[in-house]
C-alpha cells in the first residue's frame, strides 16, 4: 500500500536520523552556473573532493545571451560565472555541456532529452524547477547550495520525508487547452502554498494521455503550488520517449530497465495525505492576472474581487492589483500587450514551438509587439530549423533565438522594460521577474500566439 | 563552524505581506555573485530602493521605527526560487529569525543550513505581533530555541513551535551537514554496493 513517491524515496535512504531527518542518496545532480559556485569554493575550504562526479552533469543556462552565442559572454559578471562553472566543472572531471555545444540547454530540458533523467531515479539540482523531471517518474526537487554542497560531497543529501498528495485529472480535455492551462488551473485553485510539505503525483485520465513533454510541463509547476516535487507514473509514453536517447540504456539493458521502471506505480490501496481530484472538462485557456502564479483565471473570465477577503489576504491582492495596473472585476480579454515570451523549463520545447509556430502560420505578429521564442536547448533549437518552424516562424514576423532560461527570470539581456506587459509561456509572474518593473501575464503557447498576433489578450479558441 | 543560536531577544522588523517570494528578497540579476557575502544591502531591493538607488520611504527597513534582528512577514514566506542567496540576504542584513505563519519547504531548509532560524507561528498569533508592533514598534518577541517556544513579550500570546532534532542540535551547536555526511561516506559506499 504504498505510493510511487514512498517506493522511490524509500529505496533510497541511507538512514534516517533523530527526529525524522533521511540521508538521502541522490542518482543525479544537476548543476548550473548561478547556484554552483559556492558550493565548489565550500569544498575547496574543506579541502574535500567532489564524491562521484559521474553522477553530476552540468549546463550553463540562467545567464547566457540568446543572440550571437559564438562571441564571448559581454556582460562581465556573467561571463565570470559561467567561467567559474566551466572551471570547476574541469577541475573536478564533470561532464558539461558548454555554451554552443550540441547538449547545451536549459537544464530541465535537457535531462530528460539526452536520456540522463530516467524512471525511478532522484534527482536534486540547484533550481526549484528541478520538479520538471518527476515527469519520468522520478523523485526530483529543487535545493540551495547549501544543499548543492552536500550532494557534490557525498552524494547524499538530508531532508525531511515530504507528505503525499495525489492530483487527479479526470475526462477530456477541451478544445485549445494545454498541460499549462491544467497547471494553472491546478495552482489557481490550490493556492502558492496549496503542496507545501507535500510531494504530488499528478494521476487520471487526462494526464496518461498526455505526451512527456506536456506532462513536463505539469511537473515543472508543482514548486508553484509550493509542493517539494510532481512526478507521474512511468508508462509506455515514458519508454517510448527514452528509448534511443544518447544516456538511457542500451540493448539487454534496456529491457532489463523497462521491466523494472514498469513496476513503478502507486499501489491501488496506496493512502495519500491529501488527494483532490478536478474534471477535465472544466479546465478552459489560462492566463494569470496578478503578481504569483495562483492568481490566475480563464482567459475569458473575470479578475476576482476582494470581497470576502480576510484584511491581509486583501492587502496583498490589492498589491498585487496596483503593480499589475488593473483593477478588481475587469476583463482579461482585449487588455493590450507589449512582449510575448515564449520559452523556459516551462515551455521551451520543441512541443511547445510546434504549437506556437502551427497557431501563427500565415497571420501575421501584431505592430508594436516585441516576441522573443527561446528554444530551451541547442537540439530543440536544430529541429527547430530542420522541420522548418524558423522559416514559418520568419514569415510571420517572429524570430527565433539561441537557447537559454533568457526571459524568464530576466539574468542576461533578455529584460522586459518597466511597466510593459509581457504574456510569458515561463513559470513565474513574480514583481520584477522578467526586469525591474516588469508585468507578466503567464499563460500557455497558444494564449501567447493568440496575445502576439491581435496585440491584446485573447481567447485562442477564438482563432482556431 | 556557524553562530550558535540559543535565545533571542529582540524588537522586530513587520512585513505583513503574504506569498513574499525569493525574487523580491533578492531580485535575479543580484545572483551573479560567486561568493556568499555582499547579498544583504540588496535585501527586498526593488521594495526598498527607487531605481535610481534612493531608499523608498514607505518601506519598513527605511523606517528608523522599525529595527531588529527578527523578520516577521505573512504567510508563505520565500515561495519560488530556491535561491540560497535569499537566506544570505536576510542573514547579511542582520536578521538571525524569520516569522511567520508559513514557510516555503526549500527556503525553511536553507534558513536553517545557515543558522537563521525559521519560526512558524499559529496565524492568531502571527495578527498578534502585527497588531503589537503597530501599537508600538518597540515590542518585543523572545524565542527560546532550547525549549522551542516564542512569546510577544508582555502578553499572554506564547507558543511551542516546531524543528527537526538533528537541526535544532545544529543550529545550536554551529554543526554543519556536510561535515556529518562526509564523515558517513564509508555507509554511502556501502549503501551504494546494494
Same mark, same amino acid.
Given at each position: 500500500m504504498n505510493t510511487l513517491f514512498d517506493k522511490i524515496w524509500d529505496a533510497h535512504t541511507v538512514r534516517v536520523i533523530d527526529g525524522g531527518s533521511c540521508v538521502l542518496y541522490i542518482d543525479r545532480q544537476y548543476i548550473h552556473e548561478v547556484t554552483s559556485p559556492q558550493a565548489f569554493a565550500g569544498l575547496r575550504q574543506r579541502g574535500i573532493e567532489v564524491f562521484r562526479p559521474q553522477q553530476v552533469t552540468a549546463s550553463p543556462d540562467h545567464n547566457i545571451p540568446t543572440k550571437n552565442q559564438h562571441l564571448p559572454i559581454a556582460e562581465p559578471q556573467s561571463a565570470e560565472q559561467v567561467a567559474t562553472l566551466v572551471s570547476n566543472c574541469q577541475q573536478n572531471n564533470i561532464t558539461i555541456f558548454p555554451i554552443g555545444e550540441r547538449r547545451n540547454g536549459i537544464i530541465h530540458v535537457i535531462g530528460p532529452q539526452t536520456g540522463l533523467t530516467q524512471p525511478g531515479m532522484t534527482i536534486v539540482c540547484g533550481d526549484s524547477h528541478t520538479s520538471t523531471h518527476g515527469a519520468l517518474g522520478c523523485v526530483a526537487f529543487g535545493i540551495g547550495t547549501s544543499e548543492v554542497e552536500m550532494a557534490l560531497a557525498s552524494q547524499c543529501i538530508l531532508q525531511s520525508k515530504p507528505k503525499s498528495m495525489r492530483i487527479n485529472i479526470e475526462g477530456e480535455l477541451g478544445k485549445g487547452v494545454c498541460s499549462k492551462d491544467i497547471i494553472l488551473y491546478i495552482i489557481s485553485k490550490l493556492g502558492t502554498g496549496g503542496g507545501t510539505g507535500h510531494f504530488v503525483e499528478f494521476a487520471g485520465s487526462a494526464i496518461r494521455t498526455l505526451s512527456m513533454e506536456a506532462r513536463m510541463t505539469i511537473c515543472n509547476m508543482s514548486i508553484e503550488m509550493g509542493a517539494r516535487g510532481g512526478m507521474i507514473a512511468p508508462d509506455q509514453t515514458t519508454f517510448d520517449y527514452l528509448k534511443g536517447r544518447e544516456f538511457a540504456p542500451q540493448g539487454d539493458e534496456w529491457d532489463k530497465a523497462v521491466e523494472r521502471w514498469s513496476k513503478l506505480r502507486s499501489d491501488d490501496d496506496a493512502v495519500f495525505d491529501k488527494e483532490v481530484t478536478f474534471d477535465a472538462a472544466d479546465i478552459k485557456p489560462m492566463i494569470t492576472y496578478g503578481t504569483n502564479p495562483g492568481m490566475g483565471i480563464a482567459v475569458d473570465e473575470h479578475i476576482p474581487t476582494s470581497e470576502g477577503m480576510d484584511s491581509a489576504s486583501k492587502t496583498t491582492f490589492s498589491k498585487a492589483l496596483d503593480y499589475m495596473g488593473f483593477a478588481e472585476g475587469e476583463k482579461m480579454a482585449g487588455k493590450p500587450i507589449d512582449y510575448v515570451f515564449v520559452g523556459s523549463c516551462t515551455n521551451g520545447r520543441i512541443e511547445d514551438l510546434r504549437a506556437f509556430t502551427y497557431f501563427v502560420k500565415g497571420k501575421q505578429k501584431a505592430e508594436g509587439v516585441t516576441a522573443w521564442i527561446v528554444p530551451g536547448s541547442k537540439e530543440v533549437e536544430r529541429m527547430a530549423i530542420e522541420e522548418g518552424l524558423r522559416d514559418i516562424l520568419h514569415e510571420a514576423g517572429f524570430e527565433l533565438r539561441e537557447p537559454g532560461c533568457s526571459a524568464c527570470l530576466a539574468m542576461n539581456e533578455d529584460k522586459i522594460p518597466a511597466g510593459k506587459y509581457c504574456v510569458a509561456t515561463s513559470n513565474r509572474n513574480f514583481e520584477g521577474r522578467q526586469g525591474p518593473a516588469s508585468r507578466t501575464l503567464l499563460a500557455g503557447p497558444l494564449v501567447a500566439a493568440a496575445a502576439a498576433i491581435t496585440g491584446v489578450v485573447t481567447d485562442p479558441r477564438e482563432l482556431m | 563552524m556557524r553562530n550558535k543560536f540559543t535565545t533571542l531577544h529582540s524588537t522586530v522588523v513587520p512585513l505583513? %505581506?503574504?506569498? %513574499?517570494?525569493t525574487d523580491q528578497i533578492i531580485p535575479a540579476r543580484f545572483l551573479k555573485a560567486t561568493t556568499r557575502e555582499g547579498f544583504g544591502e540588496n535585501l527586498f531591493r526593488d521594495w526598498r530602493y527607487d531605481k535610481d538607488g534612493t531608499p523608498k520611504e514607505d518601506f519598513v527597513m527605511n523606517s528608523p521605527l522599525y529595527r531588529g534582528q527578527i523578520l516577521v512577514a505573512g504567510k508563505n514566506f520565500g515561495c519560488g526560487s530556491s535561491r540560497e542567496h535569499a537566506a544570505w540576504a536576510i542573514d547579511g542584513a542582520g536578521f538571525r529569525a524569520v516569522v511567520s505563519s508559513h514557510f516555503a519547504d526549500i527556503f525553511r531548509n536553507n534558513a536553517l543550513n545557515n543558522g537563521l532560524l525559521p519560526v512558524v507561528v499559529s496565524e492568531q498569533m502571527l495578527s498578534a505581533i502585527f497588531r503589537a508592533v503597530e501599537a508600538d514598534p518597540k515590542a518585543e518577541l523572545l524565542i527560546d530555541l532550547p525549549a522551542q517556544t516564542i512569546e510577544l513579550v508582555g502578553s499572554d500570546f506564547k507558543e511551542s513551535f516546531e524543528i527537526a532534532p538533528y537541526k535544532k542540535e545544529c543550529l545550536m551547536n554551529g554543526y554543519d551537514d556536510v561535515d556529518f555526511l562526509v564523515s558517513i561516506r564509508s555507509e554511502i559506499e556501502a549503501f551504494e554496493q546494494k
Amino acid at each position: 500500500m504504498n505510493t510511487l513517491f514512498d517506493k522511490i524515496w524509500d529505496a533510497h535512504t541511507v538512514r534516517v536520523i533523530d527526529g525524522g531527518s533521511c540521508v538521502l542518496y541522490i542518482d543525479r545532480q544537476y548543476i548550473h552556473e548561478v547556484t554552483s559556485p559556492q558550493a565548489f569554493a565550500g569544498l575547496r575550504q574543506r579541502g574535500i573532493e567532489v564524491f562521484r562526479p559521474q553522477q553530476v552533469t552540468a549546463s550553463p543556462d540562467h545567464n547566457i545571451p540568446t543572440k550571437n552565442q559564438h562571441l564571448p559572454i559581454a556582460e562581465p559578471q556573467s561571463a565570470e560565472q559561467v567561467a567559474t562553472l566551466v572551471s570547476n566543472c574541469q577541475q573536478n572531471n564533470i561532464t558539461i555541456f558548454p555554451i554552443g555545444e550540441r547538449r547545451n540547454g536549459i537544464i530541465h530540458v535537457i535531462g530528460p532529452q539526452t536520456g540522463l533523467t530516467q524512471p525511478g531515479m532522484t534527482i536534486v539540482c540547484g533550481d526549484s524547477h528541478t520538479s520538471t523531471h518527476g515527469a519520468l517518474g522520478c523523485v526530483a526537487f529543487g535545493i540551495g547550495t547549501s544543499e548543492v554542497e552536500m550532494a557534490l560531497a557525498s552524494q547524499c543529501i538530508l531532508q525531511s520525508k515530504p507528505k503525499s498528495m495525489r492530483i487527479n485529472i479526470e475526462g477530456e480535455l477541451g478544445k485549445g487547452v494545454c498541460s499549462k492551462d491544467i497547471i494553472l488551473y491546478i495552482i489557481s485553485k490550490l493556492g502558492t502554498g496549496g503542496g507545501t510539505g507535500h510531494f504530488v503525483e499528478f494521476a487520471g485520465s487526462a494526464i496518461r494521455t498526455l505526451s512527456m513533454e506536456a506532462r513536463m510541463t505539469i511537473c515543472n509547476m508543482s514548486i508553484e503550488m509550493g509542493a517539494r516535487g510532481g512526478m507521474i507514473a512511468p508508462d509506455q509514453t515514458t519508454f517510448d520517449y527514452l528509448k534511443g536517447r544518447e544516456f538511457a540504456p542500451q540493448g539487454d539493458e534496456w529491457d532489463k530497465a523497462v521491466e523494472r521502471w514498469s513496476k513503478l506505480r502507486s499501489d491501488d490501496d496506496a493512502v495519500f495525505d491529501k488527494e483532490v481530484t478536478f474534471d477535465a472538462a472544466d479546465i478552459k485557456p489560462m492566463i494569470t492576472y496578478g503578481t504569483n502564479p495562483g492568481m490566475g483565471i480563464a482567459v475569458d473570465e473575470h479578475i476576482p474581487t476582494s470581497e470576502g477577503m480576510d484584511s491581509a489576504s486583501k492587502t496583498t491582492f490589492s498589491k498585487a492589483l496596483d503593480y499589475m495596473g488593473f483593477a478588481e472585476g475587469e476583463k482579461m480579454a482585449g487588455k493590450p500587450i507589449d512582449y510575448v515570451f515564449v520559452g523556459s523549463c516551462t515551455n521551451g520545447r520543441i512541443e511547445d514551438l510546434r504549437a506556437f509556430t502551427y497557431f501563427v502560420k500565415g497571420k501575421q505578429k501584431a505592430e508594436g509587439v516585441t516576441a522573443w521564442i527561446v528554444p530551451g536547448s541547442k537540439e530543440v533549437e536544430r529541429m527547430a530549423i530542420e522541420e522548418g518552424l524558423r522559416d514559418i516562424l520568419h514569415e510571420a514576423g517572429f524570430e527565433l533565438r539561441e537557447p537559454g532560461c533568457s526571459a524568464c527570470l530576466a539574468m542576461n539581456e533578455d529584460k522586459i522594460p518597466a511597466g510593459k506587459y509581457c504574456v510569458a509561456t515561463s513559470n513565474r509572474n513574480f514583481e520584477g521577474r522578467q526586469g525591474p518593473a516588469s508585468r507578466t501575464l503567464l499563460a500557455g503557447p497558444l494564449v501567447a500566439a493568440a496575445a502576439a498576433i491581435t496585440g491584446v489578450v485573447t481567447d485562442p479558441r477564438e482563432l482556431m | 563552524m556557524r553562530n550558535k543560536f540559543t535565545t533571542l531577544h529582540s524588537t522586530v522588523v513587520p512585513l505583513p %505581506i503574504e506569498n %513574499i517570494d525569493t525574487d523580491q528578497i533578492i531580485p535575479a540579476r543580484f545572483l551573479k555573485a560567486t561568493t556568499r557575502e555582499g547579498f544583504g544591502e540588496n535585501l527586498f531591493r526593488d521594495w526598498r530602493y527607487d531605481k535610481d538607488g534612493t531608499p523608498k520611504e514607505d518601506f519598513v527597513m527605511n523606517s528608523p521605527l522599525y529595527r531588529g534582528q527578527i523578520l516577521v512577514a505573512g504567510k508563505n514566506f520565500g515561495c519560488g526560487s530556491s535561491r540560497e542567496h535569499a537566506a544570505w540576504a536576510i542573514d547579511g542584513a542582520g536578521f538571525r529569525a524569520v516569522v511567520s505563519s508559513h514557510f516555503a519547504d526549500i527556503f525553511r531548509n536553507n534558513a536553517l543550513n545557515n543558522g537563521l532560524l525559521p519560526v512558524v507561528v499559529s496565524e492568531q498569533m502571527l495578527s498578534a505581533i502585527f497588531r503589537a508592533v503597530e501599537a508600538d514598534p518597540k515590542a518585543e518577541l523572545l524565542i527560546d530555541l532550547p525549549a522551542q517556544t516564542i512569546e510577544l513579550v508582555g502578553s499572554d500570546f506564547k507558543e511551542s513551535f516546531e524543528i527537526a532534532p538533528y537541526k535544532k542540535e545544529c543550529l545550536m551547536n554551529g554543526y554543519d551537514d556536510v561535515d556529518f555526511l562526509v564523515s558517513i561516506r564509508s555507509e554511502i559506499e556501502a549503501f551504494e554496493q546494494k
